[in-house]
């Protein structure tokens, strides 16, 4: 079934290494979704730390050239092609920032993903594989949907995707407050872990515990931060680090015995040489992770809905702004996701 699409639609270009100031705004005709496609009228999108690598030319996977930038994105269903059988016009959906990993452990043919080696939602209407769809949770706008794609993911994966995943009475460190780091804050805390989190801004130390963090630790006016954790937990240390900042020795001193370091990433981009003998010390396991899958996806969902999460946003900028809000975003250490709104 398709419906009538619109004469023209705006999208946002750039080249990966072209920077904020490479984003480029055409004007150019919509496409018809071909088999197994559908055409979404993209209502919100959010910003990852993903999106700067891509603007920075410091993104892991490949980008084709004069990509459709962003990966995350909220729309209403205006099209289909044949053979579309799980979504209709009017639909209201998300995409799985990985369109074809739908179970189980990541392969390279599930690499290709949206915002990179695939055209993104940066754009007025976005067409996408059928595969790739999720229904947005009904207590949710397209801007708090537009959230989940890849931290909300990426968090739930921290948290469960090693098989048992955190249990009632696990104890959880988050670093920082990106927007991992506060969807782990919350998904954590439904999970029944306690929950110790870390920021470098004393604004942001109750903001955390009003989240649900159990205890904070600054970890500018304490810089040994694993030492305070440590003091926390009795001697213990936690159960499991979600480690978005690339902190990884000090990660490992936090850990209890058999911990687990959900491994993010590196937002300074620096990798410093680590001592193997750490990870004997404790016998942890480090897991790095790629967002999730789309069965994770379907899961996180189900929790959101049952227990009527909202995601944090900072602020939101009109899609004729995006640059503006990709510089708010990289400079302003925001609280929150932030949104550009399309419609």
């Not at 480690?243 to 410093?272: C, M, R, Y």
């Amino acid at each position: 079934m398709t419906a009538t699409l619109p004469p023209s639609v705006r999208s946002y270009h750039v080249n990966s290494g072209d920077g904020i100031d490479g984003l480029s705004l055409r004007t150019h005709e919509p496409r018809t979704p071909g088999i197994g496609e559908v055409a979404v009228a993209v209502q919100a999108v959010s910003l990852s730390f993903r999106d700067l690598l891509v603007l920075r030319g410091r993104y892991v996977l490949p980008v084709k050239p004069d990509v459709i930038p962003v990966s995350d994105g909220a729309g209403q269903v205006i099209a289909v092609g044949p053979g579309v059988q799980r979504v209709r016009p009017g639909d209201r959906v998300t995409a799985a920032l990985f369109p074809q990993w739908r179970d189980g452990p990541l392969e390279p043919s599930s690499l290709p993903q949206l915002g990179g080696s695939l055209d993104g939602m940066l754009t007025e209407l976005a067409v996408l594989p059928e595969q790739a769809l999720l229904p947005i949770p009904e207590h949710l706008s397209y801007a708090e949907a537009a959230t989940l794609p890849c931290a909300a993911v990426t968090a739930w994966n921290a948290l469960t995707g090693d098989g048992p995943g955190i249990q009632p009475g696990h104890t959880v460190l988050t670093t920082g407050s990106g927007g991992v780091s506060l969807f782990a804050v919350q998904l954590a805390k439904l999970l029944g872990a306690k929950v110790i989190a870390t920021t470098g801004q004393a604004e942001k130390e109750q903001r955390l515990r009003d989240l649900g963090a159990d205890e904070v630790v600054n970890y500018r006016t304490v810089p040994d931060w694993h030492t305070a954790v440590r003091d926390i937990t009795g001697g213990r240390g936690v159960d499991r680090v979600v480690d978005t900042a690339g902190t990884l020795e000090q990660s490992l001193k936090s850990l209890a015995i058999n911990g687990h370091v959900a491994f993010v990433g590196s937002l300074s981009g620096d990798w410093p040489p680590l001592d193997p003998r750490l990870l004997f010390g404790v016998a942890a396991t480090v897991r790095a992770l790629a967002v999730g899958s789309h069965a994770q996806f379907t899961k996180l969902n189900e929790i959101i809905t049952a227990h009527q999460l909202r995601p944090v946003t900072d602020r939101a900028f009109p899609f004729e702004e995006a640059g503006a809000a990709f510089r708010h975003y990289e400079s302003a250490s925001p609280f929150g996701k932030v949104i550009i709104e399309i419609r």
